[in-house]
């Protein structure tokens, strides 16, 4: 019989936590918590709403049945729709990590008194089950916040990064170009060579399958024939499609540097295709994903006029 994907991980942030903390978010009047953003724009930092199912036959995805009961009628609650309709008391603890990162993000909330209360309210309720939410670094100036453990500092499922890169030693020239400009605009990511020290005996299997099956946001998969024959990048990738399988949610992000065929992989899913991207636009559109619309920190770049698109020859 199938696990049922609340038996195979169970969630650390307990249902009464979750609940304490959306109870008190609800309750304050004086600021929705999705703040200055619109409330679609809000959740789509969360939830893939145009890959979720929705419930009105009128509509074909989540999206639109909830812009419709939230925003055109405005005939639900926001209980209802955070409780009922998305379930956050039976989200994963990466979703529900997202959530709380969002509520704190800048282009949500800038007040630094509105800061604090959230703060204080999020690590009140997240201490007894041994998180924190603390500075991961900046955009634009302001504080972004993670949630990590007391204990190690490390994200609610162990991994302190945002995104974790996934390649072929023969397309390291690239990637690292693009892990250079990342790791510029402070983006906490893994690529190999700046884990030289944290790898270093080290059980490699173990290790990295717990990377990429960890609790990054995204994992950006570099494709090529050498990707594609490879004994690291192979077990790099099993470990991403087990995550993305059992989140259910948008996760990898394939790059193409060329059309091989990846076991796994779905022909439909939408890629990049590298021969038309500069690691500089790369990056520009990963930041873009992250919900960091500009460069914290600009970089050379010749092709910079030209505006990064997914392949146009990808359909759906």
Request: proline letters at 5%.
């Amino acid at each position: 019989m199938p696990t049922r994907p609340s038996e195979s991980k169970k969630k650390r942030i307990s249902e009464l936590t979750r609940r304490d903390i959306v109870d008190a978010l609800l309750l304050d009047k004086t600021t929705p918590f999705f703040g200055k953003l619109d409330l679609i724009s809000f959740l789509k930092r969360v939830w893939p709403l145009q890959q979720m199912i929705s419930e009105d036959y009128r509509f074909k995805t989540a999206d639109g049945d909830i812009r419709q009961h939230m925003v055109n009628n405005s005939d639900w609650e926001y209980s209802e729709l955070l409780y009922r309709r998305l379930g956050i008391t039976d989200i994963s603890d990466d979703q529900f990590t997202s959530f709380l990162e969002a509520c704190l993000h800048p282009l949500v909330v800038s007040e630094p008194g509105r800061i604090t209360q959230l703060l204080s309210l999020f690590n009140e309720a997240l201490r007894n089950d041994g998180f924190a939410m603390r500075p991961s670094g900046k955009l634009s100036g302001r504080p972004i916040y993670r949630v990590t453990t007391v204990a190690t500092g490390t994200d609610a499922s162990g991994q302190a990064y945002e995104v974790v890169l996934s390649f072929a030693g023969e397309d390291r020239d690239y990637v690292e170009r693009v892990a250079e400009i990342l790791r510029a605009n402070e983006v906490s990511l893994f690529y190999d060579d700046y884990e030289e020290a944290s790898l270093w005996g080290k059980n490699l299997v173990e290790h990295l399958q717990k990377v990429y099956s960890g609790s990054a946001r995204y994992c950006v998969m570099f494709i090529s024939k050498h990707y594609a024959d490879k004994v690291w990048p192979t077990h790099e990738r099993r470990s991403a499609f087990e995550k993305a399988i059992e989140s259910k949610e948008e996760y990898i992000l394939p790059a193409r540097f060329d059309h091989t065929e990846i076991p796994g992989l779905h022909k439909t899913m939408g890629y990049v295709d590298l021969q038309k991207k500069t690691p500089h636009q790369l990056a520009a559109l990963i930041l873009s994903k992250l919900g960091r619309p500009q460069f914290e920190k600009e970089t050379t770049d010749p092709d910079s006029q030209h505006t990064p698109t997914v392949d146009e020859d990808i359909s759906f």
